[in-house]
């Protein structure tokens, strides 16, 4: 069975879509640690990370860099944050979270939660944002 990650890829689970390549797929986090936390994922499945080829990891760190960039123009911060940590599902996923300070990246932070129209609007700026780059 697909993880749940390939088939939100696959648009069999709703989400909020953020960009999207024939070979990555961005979406909202709907357990955000701040507005505007986003999800970067291969559309192929695999687990860990380091288990992807050397050119395919680099095509995903572009386009993460490149999601990034619209999250930045959307969400004035100080940085977006990069973490990799994969335990939770097992499908290789990159966060972005815009961080005014470090204390952002804490995973240990009690999750936000925002109202779907909130999460619509923000996913949709990403997106616009992402499309003009």
Do not use: W
């Not at 990891?57 to 990799?84: L, S, T, W, Y």
Request: charged content about 25%; overall charge negative.
């Amino acid at each position: 069975m697909a993880s749940i990650f390939a088939r939100i890829a696959n648009g069999e689970i709703p989400s909020y879509k953020c960009a999207e390549n024939e070979e990555f797929y961005a979406f909202l986090d709907i357990n955000p640690m701040v507005k505007g936390h986003t999800l970067c994922i291969p559309r192929r499945e695999v687990d860990y990370i380091f288990d992807m080829e050397d050119d395919e990891i680099a095509r995903f760190q572009v386009f993460a860099k490149k999601v990034a960039i619209a999250i930045k123009e959307v969400f004035p911060c100080v940085k977006v944050g990069e973490a990799v940590l994969g335990l939770e599902v097992p499908h290789a996923h990159i966060h972005l979270i815009p961080m005014q300070s470090e204390k952002d990246m804490l995973f240990s932070n009690p999750k936000k939660s925002f109202p779907a129209e909130e999460m619509q609007a923000a996913a949709d700026a990403i997106y616009a944002a992402y499309k003009r780059l």
